[in-house]
């Protein structure tokens, strides 16, 4: 517990450097570091076998296979943090078919934690166990150019 307590530490205080660091820089530096996030919540989300539908108002939207994977991607919210998740669209218009482009993974938490009637397929957290090493080590690259650039221009 001693180990994991002294990396929990280390984590922090890297974390507590990098809001030194000016927001458009780390802005990109985080979104360098959802990369391996993505990638491997989009090989670790399970495909379904079939196509599911949903009715809404009487009609009926059609979800192809891979429709959860094909969300994963970097959300943007009004933040200087990062998220990586699932998309989810507010407005989904009935008749609609997802396919493309339009993903809408409403069901995603059903499927990282489960439901009465069918088991767990988290997808989401082993993501995260996989990826962090990745992003630290991204993170720690990143701001260490982003400090040699200041160290640079503001040599005296």
Do not use: C, W
């Not at 530096?29 to 959802?34: F, Q, T, V």
């Not at 108002?57 to 990062?82: D, M």
């Not at 997802?98 to 009465?116: L, Q, S, W």
């Amino acid at each position: 517990m001693a180990q994991f307590d002294i990396e929990l530490q280390k984590a922090i205080e890297k974390l507590e450097a990098l809001k030194k660091v000016p927001y458009k820089e780390r802005k990109k530096i985080l979104n360098k570091a959802a990369k391996p996030f993505i990638d491997a919540a989009v090989i670790k989300a399970p495909k379904s076998r079939k196509k599911h539908y949903r009715y809404k108002n009487g009609e009926k939207i059609t979800y192809y296979p891979g429709n959860l994977k094909r969300a994963i991607r970097k959300l943007n919210f009004r933040s200087s943090s990062v998220f990586v998740g699932p998309k989810l669209r507010k407005r989904v218009q009935s008749g609609e078919v997802f396919r493309d482009r339009k993903v809408d993974a409403y069901y995603a938490h059903m499927v990282e934690f489960g439901t009465t009637e069918a088991g767990a397929k988290p997808y989401m957290r082993p993501a995260f166990i996989s990826g962090k090493g990745k992003a630290t080590k991204i993170i720690e690259r990143e701001m260490e150019k982003v400090f040699k650039k200041f160290i640079q221009e503001n040599k005296a």
